[in-house]
């Protein structure tokens, strides 16, 4: 792009250079960036103007990306530990003797016989969502090593596998057209929040007429935005949906012929919704009955009208016991009244897979050369670095590598997870940007780029645009792409396994970008305009045509059966269920703060400043009765542990619940301490996903 012209001399002055990336973070966005560079320095990030979906517009956080990249407490250098664990305590070390030295480690565990590599455990989740920065070298390291395979469950696995044993898998309604909607249900989404260009189409079918209800506990912003807000108590989902079923049924709002043609299990379903009245349901969800009969009539009122009826759905809502199901009663409610028949009709959580990538050749699983090493749950990484070696578990988790993830911050039951990482057996090397809290834990940090410095390609979860992220400037400081470090690691470890110097480790960043779809997507159209458009029906199943094994949408789901459950989706109550303990009354959430991404930005001054301290909403009646006001210190308190923040008497918070916002660093919280302290390691129903919404508590004033 033309540089500026000074225009009293025409001479051209600092030519910027504006160069398209991708938004790295874990969001449904997945936005187009164009960051402006000048003399190498990059100085602004902004939406692309040119990506229909981002429409020229970042939310806070990422348009002050460059604050976050020239931090003054960016990790520069390797780091090397030189005080007791969790103390923060490091000194500077050359890349060399770092990796020489991580190697060297992790050989002296796997060279102890076949399967000791086995005590070396990879710890990744979506601090980039990059398909090349997260497990493409790195997969293949951990292969060839055959180090324990990671569940990568913390996020979204009980509303995946909900939704595969539904509608087949990851799929559902193109997001551009909930703009013309008539009627949109936003179901456990914070969507000002956390899925802001989504919101924009919304205001669309808004301004058109389109009718918005929000389903969340809380009163969030966008609960405010809607048109009526449904304020359940969490985890009682299920009990709503088939409540729901239930009215559609017995006022016959149904579209009887796309029941008969393209679903699957409808006679059973139908018995098992009309056991639930609304009476029934209400009683379970702390709402009135008449809100679920006014529910009905909304969506079964668009099958009357030949309206299209969307349901936005996202992950709040599956973090409890019964989340699977939960995703599942919802994702069977479209079929009901033949939303799916309009375009801008049907349910859309997560559409990531639409994208057909090639995870086999990133990943290269053949590496593993018949060894099939054990798995171990990201969410029970509490427990399993405190349990010992035995038959049924295998050996001790000896060494830990921790990249695109802050575990001591975003895992449940923390006091277990700080008591795994303090282990001072424990060989702990973290990837990352910043000391974060789990970086205290390490005994080498390596210094990661961040976004504006590296290659990538991405998918994204919200839309169906594949994406090209390009370099917009130099590595700061000694930082290395997380690629970089493991080819680095591997030439490292070939001194002592040969397998380690295969060509397959020294593949380029770009060559893995290329791979990663393979011919499936343009790759000159990505070099070009930094995005691409899957091709996609664009009322996917108007006629059936869904991916499960019966092609038809499964109410009934044979694979579920078979594996003891019930075949049909139901309720199924917390864990934790408020008034199933006298000593902790109060049901809390912990849902996502606005201005941070988990614990992403915490550490980030401006964004910090804007979210305040860390907070638990209350009840104006809950609050009351502990002779609580807004801005006490408080104790929120369980079996678990002891989380110290402010309290909030807000009208957000329902009664019985409250709200914890946030991921905050513990350091950056009070007495060292964030929300992770309360959760528990109990998984859910399906997916063996983190239960952080099923979490009872009490509040008490801080003496
Ligand atoms: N600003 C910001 N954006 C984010 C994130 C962030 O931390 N900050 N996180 C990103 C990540 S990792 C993800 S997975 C996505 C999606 O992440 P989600 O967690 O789905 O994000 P939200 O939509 O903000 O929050 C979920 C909403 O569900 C509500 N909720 C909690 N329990 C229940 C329940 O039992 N039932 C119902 N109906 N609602 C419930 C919460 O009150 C909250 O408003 O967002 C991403 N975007
Ligand atoms: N109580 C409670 N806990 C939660 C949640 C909740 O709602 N409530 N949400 C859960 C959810 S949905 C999720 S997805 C998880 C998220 O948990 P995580 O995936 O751990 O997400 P972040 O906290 O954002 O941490 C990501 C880290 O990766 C680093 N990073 C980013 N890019 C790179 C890179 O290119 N290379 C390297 N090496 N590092 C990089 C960042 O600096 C950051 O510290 O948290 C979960 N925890
Ligand atoms: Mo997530």
Known sequence: MAGMRDSSTSIPIHPDQQIVGACPHDCPDTCSLVTTVRDGVATQVHGNPAHPHTDGALCTKVSRYTERTYHPERILHPLKRTGPKGCGQFERVSWESALSDIAARLSAIASRGPDAAQAIQPYSYAGTMGLVQSESIAARFFHQLGASFLNRTICATAGGEGLAQTLGRKVGMRVEFFAESKLIIIWGSNSIASNLHFWRYAQVAKRNGAKLICIDPRKTETADKCHEHIALRPGTDAALALALMHELIVNDWLDHDYLAQYTLGWEALRAHALEWTPERAAAICGIAAEQIRALARDYGGCLQRGEPAAIRMNYGLQRVRGGGNAVRAIACLPALIGAWRHRAGGVLLSCSGAFPVARAALERPDLLAGR??????????????????????????????????????????????????????????????????????????????????????????????????????????????????????????????????????????????????????DFELLLRQGFATLPMAEAPFASGGFPTPSGRCEFFSARLHSQGQDGLPTYLANYEAVGSSAEFPLAMISPPARNFLNSSFVNVKSLRDIEGEPIVELHADDAQARAIQSGDVVRVFNQRGEYRCKAKVSPRARPGVVNGLGVWWRKLGLAGTNVNQLTSQNLTDMGAGPTFYDCLVEVALLK
């Open 372 to 521: 099939t090493p054990r798995t171990i749950n990201m969410v029970t990484i509490g427990n399993d670095l405190l349990r010992p070696a035995s038959p049924a578990f295998g050996p001790a988790i000896e060494a830990l590598v921790v990249y695109n993830s802050n575990p001591v911050a975003v895992a449940p039951d923390s006091s277990k997870v700080v008591q795994g990482f303090a282990r001072e057996d424990l060989f702990t090397v973290v990837l990352e940007h910043f000391q974060t809290d789990t970086a205290d834990y390490a005994d080498y940090i390596l210094p990661a780029t961040t976004q504006l410095e590296h290659w990538d390609v991405h998918l994204s979860y919200g839309h169906t645009d594949a994406l090209l992220n390009r370099p917009a400037i130099a590595p700061v400081g000694e930082a290395k792409p997380n690629t970089q470090i493991f080819r680095e690691l591997a030439a490292h470890m070939g001194r002592h396994d040969p397998g380690f110097l295969d060509p397959c480790f020294t593949e380029s960043d770009e060559s893995l970008c290329r791979a990663a779809y393979g011919s499936a997507v």
